[in-house]
């Protein structure tokens, strides 16, 4: 099975850092992901990590750690759009399928 | 850019009917899934579907549910006898091979009355 842990709200302000972080336990872990989802609406891919390090794609970086099993989404220069749940995902190869499992989300608020 | 396609965008069902939700992957993908989220809840797994056959499928996939592509473009989910607690947004998902490249389609909001 899959354990993904993520805090479940965060506040933050325009023009501020924010960093949302995710741990997980799988046991056929291959690769990691964030989606953004704004209510009512479908996830969209921020970014994937599947090997230890820091992804950066503009405002937003990811962070891996495979040995413990965490994760991080940096949004940089926040925007009220950012204003959304960021959803750490994990694909699990345990059972062949290589399946993606979600966890609960992370509901951020940017404020002025 | 690509997208997948998802109808209806909104389905109201009356308890007991049967439902069927479709789905038009991006063309080329071979990777297909359904994914369900109760409102304020998380997005869980229901099925993934490869070279025409079930690949896995979670718990809540029980008998009640069915996948099916039946022609080269639709990929349909169906509930045979919908209950209260399938009300839920279905987010249909594919993905073309072993990269990262998951699209998700705008969703399904049913609702089970």
């Known amino acids: 099975g899959q354990n993904i842990d993520q805090p479940t709200e965060m506040t933050a302000t325009e023009g501020a850092i924010v960093q949302i972080n995710c741990t997980y336990q799988t046991s056929g872990f291959n690769g990691l992901f964030w989606y953004q989802q704004h209510a009512g609406e479908a996830p969209t891919f921020l970014s994937y990590n599947v090997l230890d390090g820091l992804e950066e794609k503009g405002r937003f970086s990811s962070f891996l750690s495979r040995s413990k099993g965490y994760s991080y989404l940096l949004l940089k220069e926040l925007q009220m759009k950012d204003s959304a749940s960021y959803l750490c995902?994990?694909?699990?190869?345990?059972?062949?399928?290589?399946?993606?499992?979600f966890g609960t989300g992370t509901r951020l608020t940017v404020i002025p | 850019e690509p997208e997948v396609t998802q109808t209806p965008s909104h389905q109201v069902t009356q308890m007991g009917q049967e439902v069927i939700l479709r789905c038009v992957p991006i063309s080329n993908h071979l990777y297909f899934y359904w994914y369900r989220q109760i409102l304020g809840q998380k997005v869980e797994f229901l099925v993934s579907?490869?070279?025409?056959?079930?690949?896995?499928k979670s718990e809540i996939f029980d008998d009640q549910f069915s996948v099916e592509r039946p022609d080269g473009s639709n990929f349909t989910l169906k509930i045979r006898s919908t209950k209260l607690e399938d009300s839920a947004m279905y987010f249909c998902?594919?993905?073309?091979?072993?990269?990262?490249?998951?699209?998700f389609g705008s969703g399904t909001r049913l609702t089970v009355v």
């Open positions: 995902a994990v694909r699990d190869q345990s059972t062949g399928a290589n399946n993606l499992f």
């Open positions: 998902a594919s993905r073309v091979g072993e990269d990262y490249g998951y699209t």
């Open positions: 579907f490869y070279n025409n056959e079930i690949s896995e």
